[in-house]
């Protein structure tokens, strides 16, 4: 399906829902916050937020600094 990660559009395949598909990024879900077409989906609900054809993703990892 195509999506569009981080403002770039990207093919990706096996996934249906956001946890999947960061998985399938290489994320780690303890450490990243992500917003699907624009909503903030609470950690909780990523195994069950279904993603879709074109749907926008944003995904934001924190870092130490000051």
Do not use: C, H, W
């Amino acid at each position: 399906m195509k999506l569009v990660i981080g403002g770039e559009p990207r093919e990706i395949g096996g996934v249906e829902n956001v946890a999947q598909l960061v998985k399938s990024l290489g994320g780690d879900m303890r450490f990243i916050s992500v917003a699907l077409n624009g909503e903030f989906v609470p950690r909780g609900e990523y195994e069950k937020t279904k993603v879709g054809e074109s749907d926008e993703i944003e995904i934001v990892t924190p870092f130490p600094g000051g």
